[in-house]
């Protein structure tokens, strides 16, 4: 159900001159990886939790399942991130464009206010794990 309509949507995606690549490369790198270590993680959590069972959150003959679980859902996560910025990016092309390129609205104000935030944010964030780091080795001390 799933593999007929994604080799369509994969060829379709790519020009022809690096559809081959773009294509291949990724999908079979992927599915060698997830497809090919998936076995042996299995049992190894599976072997894990047998030895110990008291400290698995599911019973241990479900706990080779946890590894495909953990990978759909990151894989959920990461697509929904995906479809939402794409929604916002629509959103603002159709709404927020408009209004930048009205003549009573200074568009380089709102691009400088917006450096300065991205700016303020990063700092805000650098100065905070500085601290942290500071805290960590007075602590250590």
Known sequence: MVYAPIAAFLVESFPSRVRYTSVSLPYHIGNGYFGGFLPL?????????????DDWPVEPRYAGLLCPVAVASITFV???????SAFALFLADRY??????????????????LALTIVLVIGAFIVSRRMVTREVATSAD
């Open 78 to 84: 990461l697509g929904l991130l995906i479809a939402l």
């Open 41 to 53: 993680i299995a049992g190894v959590v599976f072997a894990r939790a047998l030895e110990t069972p």
């Open 96 to 113: 927020v464009t408009p209004a930048l390129n009205r003549p009573q609205f200074d568009v380089q104000w709102f691009f400088r206010f």
